[in-house]
């Protein structure tokens, strides 16, 4: 059997490489080599029309909503915070859609970041806008210790308290409809989510793909190819 097909969304910055600057579908390699060393093959999944994120799902075997910008408050009827940074308006409505398929479909999904957090809008959560303690420096990533919540599907991956590496200045207010918190840091801020079995649905706040340990992307692809074999 064939690794299963996971797709991962991308930024959509103006980039700078060799003799060129324009606009650019990014995604920094460390997310498709988490996904290779999880078992899986990753797919890029730069922002489209949203009425395309059905058809697109429909092709794959997993979904990660990867890291980036700051959702737009508007999505789950808040004003900014001055502190919150400018909007991907583009990257959030394709996403969300992705989303909307993932769960309509039963598709195995992993949000990281911004992706947990999209995940917990989607289902009708809200956001803390700013937090302090989470990022170690601007453009440095920081490590905290997550601790699992016994019996949930985080717990079944990472039974202990781990270290992670963070850099976010959001994070989950108010649950989403169906979700449960999975993982918290010590000062009580929501590190994972999921939605109940038989879905395979779990946000992450951190960021597994600057570490070393890819359990979480391995539950992914397990995950994936069990719905495969389904099929």
Do not use: K
């Not at 930024?11 to 490489?17: G, H």
């Not at 990660?64 to 700051?70: I, K, M, T, Y």
């Not at 009708?124 to 920081?142: C, F, I, K, N």
């Not at 717990?155 to 994070?171: D, F, I, K, M, N």
């Amino acid at each position: 059997m064939s690794a299963p097909l996971i797709g991962v969304t991308t930024y959509l910055n103006r980039a700078r490489w060799g003799v060129w600057d324009m606009e650019a579908a990014l995604l920094p390699a460390a997310y498709p080599r988490l996904v290779r060393e999880g078992g899986g093959h990753a797919v890029m999944l730069p922002p489209d029309v949203p009425a395309a994120a059905a058809a697109v799902v429909a092709r794959l075997d997993g979904l990660v909503v990867a890291g980036g910008a700051d959702v737009e408050p508007v999505r789950y009827g808040a004003e900014p915070d001055p502190r919150t940074g400018p909007p991907a308006r583009e990257r959030d409505s394709w996403e969300l859609a992705l989303v909307d398929a993932a769960l309509a479909s039963g598709t195995p999904l992993l949000g990281i970041c911004r992706g947990m957090q999209l995940l917990n809008v989607a289902l009708g959560g809200t956001l803390v806008q700013h937090l302090d303690g989470h990022t170690e420096a601007v453009g440095v990533m920081g490590r905290h210790a997550v601790e699992p919540v016994p019996g949930t599907l985080y717990a079944s991956l990472v039974p202990e308290r781990a270290e992670v590496p963070t850099y976010h200045h959001q994070a989950v207010d108010r649950l989403g409809a169906g979700l449960a918190a999975s993982a918290h840091a010590e000062d009580g801020t929501v590190e994972a989510v999921e939605l109940a079995a038989p879905a395979w649905t779990l946000g992450v706040q951190w960021h597994p793909e600057m570490g070393e340990d890819t359990r979480v992307m391995r539950g992914l692809v397990r995950a994936a190819e069990a719905a495969t074999a389904r099929v």
